[in-house]
């Protein structure tokens, strides 16, 4: 499913500009929703104070008024030159039109004629006189007069206006001044990126797995900590590819070269037409094939170690007692020289059947080799504080303390193991097999003397 075409433009731009932009954005939209509540405010402030000075005025006039009786109405009595004053009065039955001649657009049922009448005690409203609009107030002054002083609103817009542009050009300015300093800042705060990518194209195109400078302790310096740490494993997981191969040649070179001699001597006799005495023959014949088998052993070995991915998502539970008895019988008939004593518990683990009794097959093959003929391997398998426990006891001459982890190293042997059959990778795979599947084996000293490898997985008794 291919992405938006916004979605594909947003990707494409640079993420110093997309920060600036996403700076910038927000930065706009506060200002913006700042600079309405700053209007609103000043607005609903202004008109509040203008309310208030116009009935102060209205009703200090009408208070001058009705204390000298004088009809005409003197602008100096509100106390200043930017009002108008009106004096209306309301007719028969509260209502009727202005008693003095007035420029004011009244009419029988507006409010003004409602406080003359005594209907009311104040009237506010903004009323448009001659196309322009005005605040008036109306409060009552004798029984069925009322004293009406209106101001323009120009004033009060312009002042708006004034705040308007004003807040208009310094929220341009900080807008503009937010996309400067995000861009600044988004590339100053990227600088670590870039070095880290820099350094990751370097390994990429000379395939150099040196660690990178980690400085400080930011989300960039946890970056390229766990980078190293990727890196780390990338080297291990090569090095021990390399020495894989290495060993792995050096393991093949040996029976190959066998097989060869083995194979020129009888392409030599059929060449010099030459009898062999048919015993030889057959010791030939059955070397060759020991080989083979050797080399076909060696190379499944090698796919096993290779294989360096996880447990398989498609996993059973497994009758691991099952797994040891099958492994046992296989093991006797290729040692007959060597008894085994099995006993087992039934223990269920989760994993893969084939590379559990593979490892099983290996660390009995393992056990039968070293034991003398005519000797006894013992195989136990049980329960303990919620693990499974398979040990293997021979009789054989058992591993020097020093060497009991070497043991499980790919290809190592001992000197005494190296004219033995055999490519040093058996309890290579044991181990192997065992960690993927959450496990460990050990390797110590049985109570005869001999060697004792102890296997260890997770599980339960019963199914």
Known sequence: MFPAPEARWHYRRSLA?????????????AVAVLSAGV????????????????EDRAHATAKEFRYSGNISLPKYLANASDVQLYRIAAGEGGTGPPLNETDLPLEADDPEIAVAAGELDLSVRTLVVNGEERRVVAVPIVDGEALVIAESLDDQREVLARLGGVSLLFGLLGVLGAGIAGWGVARNGLRPVRRLTTAVEQIARTEELDPLPVEGADEVARLATAFNGMLASLSASRDRQRRLVTDAGHELRTPLTSLRTNVDLLTQADHDQKAIDP??????????????????????DLTELAR????????????????VEMAAARVRRRAIDVTFDVVTDRWFVVGEAGSLERAVTNLLDNAAKW????????????????????????????????QREKVFDRFWRTEESRSMPGSG????????V?????????ATESTSGGARLVLVLPGRPDA
């Open 17 to 29: 500009s997309r920060v600036t932009l996403l700076t910038t954005i927000a930065v706009g939209i």
């Open 434 to 442: 065992v960690e993927r599947h959450s496990g460990s084996v050990t």
């Open 279 to 300: 015993q030889a023959r057959v010791e030939l014949l059955d070397d060759i094939r020991a080989q083979i088998d050797e080399l076909t052993t060696l190379i499944g």
């Open 425 to 432: 990778l058996g309890l290579s795979i044991v181990r192997q």
């Open 308 to 323: 360096d991915e996880p447990l398989a998502p498609v996993v059973g539970e497994i009758d691991l007692s099952e797994v």
């Open 39 to 54: 209007y609103i405010t000043a607005r609903i402030q202004l008109q509040s104070q203008l309310d208030d000075s116009l």
């Open 371 to 402: 034991s003398p003929s005519g000797g006894r391997v013992t195989v136990r398998l049980g329960a303990g504080d919620g693990v499974g426990v398979l040990t293997v006891d021979d009789q054989g001459p058992g591993i020097p303390e020093d």
